[in-house]
């Protein structure tokens, strides 16, 4: 049998952290798809913790850039959390928008949530990834004003308004109505001296169903790590840590880019295993030789 067919998966009745608290860190409502889901994966307790302003760690408005990488950014949040709460136990996601990885046509988003357990002295990611609203106009005509924030998805979706242009820093987010989004638009673009508003998607979780659908999948990525235990120390978060690519081409045989195995990793005793991707061969459209 593989060694990797060994790995255990923990139950809720023998769970881990069963009964324990875990801080997150946050001020747009994570808690309320985090905290569920959690709860019922692994039986903690998701204690939301105030008394930062995590907007200080960057905005995807740009007021305030976001220093070093989103995995970065996510930790520093799960250790304010433990620091403020006085927790071992803390949990904290950031999420990023660029263009979708595939044609780049699309906007983009991707969520990390980390787990950070000082007592096992581990660290657990849980990434997820999707299609999304992210979008802006610069007008001065309230009809195409109006037409994009209903392909945005507003007033489901917030907006944000700003005059002139995307950079000005008088900044009006959170509107969720159109009588608030009228009266910004006005306000934008009086103050503008090109007489224009500009507008965006608010995309802060609280603000954003879309993105908060895919932080809960993210939330659902490592509470499945956090349910696979390492074969040899028992420790949650047995996860992938490298792919490993050579798959064959189906027409050619030569290896590709493609994955053709998936190293797993234990974080405490640092155990490995690593193992084959069911598929067996890459089409020949992912081949270099075949389709250079």
């Known amino acids: 049998m593989h060694e990797f067919e060994h790995m255990k998966l923990m139950s809720l009745e023998n769970a881990i952290y069963r ?17 569920p889901l959690l709860a019922s994966a692994i039986g ?20 305030i850039p976001r220093p070093g990488t989103q995995l970065e950014a996510a930790r520093k949040k799960a250790r304010l959390g433990m620091e403020l709460a006085g927790s071992p136990l803390g949990l904290a996601s950031e999420g990023s928008f660029g263009p979708d990885p595939f044609i780049r046509m699309f906007s983009w988003n991707v969520e990390m949530i980390v787990w950070i357990d000082d007592t096992l002295g581990i660290e657990v990611v849980g990434v997820a990834s999707g299609k999304t609203s992210f979008s802006h106009l610069l007008t001065v005509n309230w009809e195409e004003a109006e037409t994009f924030a209903r392909a945005a998805g507003f007033p489901e979706h917030g907006l944000v308004v700003r005059p002139q242009h995307e950079d000005d820093p008088r900044i009006r987010k ?15 673009c009086g103050e503008a001296s090109n007489g224009r508003a ?10 954003n169903p879309t993105r908060m659908e895919i932080i809960a999948q993210a939330t659902q990525d490592l509470a499945r790590k956090l349910c696979t235990l390492c074969p040899v120390c028992n420790t949650p978060g047995f996860q992938i840590m490298e792919r ?18 998936d190293i797993h990793h234990c974080g405490r005793c640092g155990h490995q295993v690593t193992m084959e991707r069911t598929e067996k061969a890459a089409p020949a459209g992912r081949c270099d030789f075949c389709n250079p």
């Open 19 to 35: 009964g324990s608290t875990v801080a997150l860190l946050t001020q747009h409502g994570k808690e309320q798809v985090v905290a």
């Open 44 to 63: 903690c307790r998701v204690r939301r913790v105030a008394g930062y302003d995590t907007d200080l760690l960057g905005t995807f408005t740009r007021d």
């Open 174 to 188: 959170g509107i969720a109505d159109w009588e608030t989004l009228r009266e910004a638009f006005r306000w934008a």
């Open 198 to 207: 500009f507008l965006e998607t608010d995309v802060r979780a609280h603000m």
């Open 244 to 261: 490993v690519p050579g798959l064959p081409c189906g027409d050619c045989g030569a290896p590709t880019r493609e994955t053709r195995a």
